[in-house]
């Protein structure tokens, strides 16, 4: 499960206290923005760096910080800036009243009707996602999709 920062206080008591927790153990990295959450080991999660998450449609990931709560330990990782993971769909990471959700929501409505998340498994990163749009020939500017066909 992935949470935007600003969606932190409306997870569920539990994700919430063990995100509040992990918090408290970083002292190392500050910049991230986004929790993803494990659902089948809650002793772990990770804070994730995405650039730009407002104004980019697809942010990439630059960093992350893994936590082990039971360990007490912190992994730190600065990802690929030529290929990294890129974030599709970020209205579901959001606060229902973030100001931003319906532009996200309706990126991903003009996606889904060109067909852009057919293949989603295989998109997760970059360049395979740039190369689907292309493929796909949509255009994606200002959070708006077009067919260029």
Request: hydrophobic letters at 35%; charged letters at 30%; proline letters at 4%.
């Amino acid at each position: 499960m992935y949470a935007h920062i600003n969606a932190l206080s409306v997870l569920p008591y539990k994700y919430r206290s063990i995100t509040e927790a992990a918090i408290k153990l970083n002292n190392e990295f500050d910049t991230w923005n986004v929790v993803k959450l494990s659902l089948k080991d809650t002793e772990k999660l990770s804070l994730l760096e995405y650039d730009n998450f407002d104004m980019t449609e697809f942010p990439c990931l630059h960093h992350s910080c893994q936590i082990d709560l039971k360990m007490e330990t912190l992994k730190l990782r600065k990802h690929s800036s030529k290929n990294p993971p890129v974030l599709h769909r970020k209205e579901l990471l959001v606060h229902p009243e973030y100001p931003e959700l319906t532009k996200f929501k309706n990126l991903t409505l003009q996606l889904e009707k060109l067909g852009a998340f057919a293949n989603i498994v295989k998109l997760g990163t970059k360049l395979r996602w740039q190369d689907e749009l292309k493929r796909l020939k949509i255009s994606v500017k200002n959070h708006e999709a077009t067919s260029i066909g």
